[in-house]
């Protein structure tokens, strides 16, 4: 369960980076609106998680996933670079997520 909890946590930042990115510096309101409490929920779930799995782990897998997510994101609906160097790190971190999960069971 803490594992379905982690990558509920780092799913939400898909929603909340993509939010706080169109946001325009909080100068729009419902991208913020969604975008601030989605954050703060991904927050809340990590610490659910982090009652059962390691800090360091937990911590590296949320951000690792949550940034991988985003980046795909950003190539995928808004326009943003995917060259060959940018996928084979994103692909690294993914190897680094997978990593921990094998190592922490």
């Known amino acids: 369960m803490p594992w379905v909890?982690?990558?509920?946590?780092?799913?939400m930042e898909l929603v909340w980076a993509t939010a706080l990115k169109?946001?325009?510096g909080f100068t729009r309101l419902?991208?913020?609106?969604?975008?601030?409490?989605?954050?703060?929920l991904?927050?809340?779930?990590?610490?659910?998680?982090?009652?059962?799995?390691?800090?360091g782990t937990a911590y590296a897998v949320w951000v690792g996933l949550g940034s991988l997510g985003?980046?795909?994101m950003g190539m995928v609906?808004?326009?943003e670079s995917a060259s060959p160097a940018r996928v084979a790190c994103?692909?690294?971190?993914?190897?680094?997520?997978?990593?921990?999960r094998a190592v922490e069971g």
């Open 5 to 11: 909890l982690l990558v509920a946590a780092a799913a």
């Open 22 to 24: 169109h946001s325009e």
């Open 30 to 40: 419902w991208p913020t609106v969604i975008g601030v409490p989605v954050c703060l």
């Open 42 to 55: 991904s927050v809340v779930v990590l610490t659910l998680a982090l009652r059962d799995l390691p800090v």
């Open 70 to 72: 985003v980046a795909v």
């Open 77 to 79: 609906a808004l326009g």
């Open 90 to 100: 994103l692909a690294l971190i993914l190897v680094g997520v997978v990593g921990l």
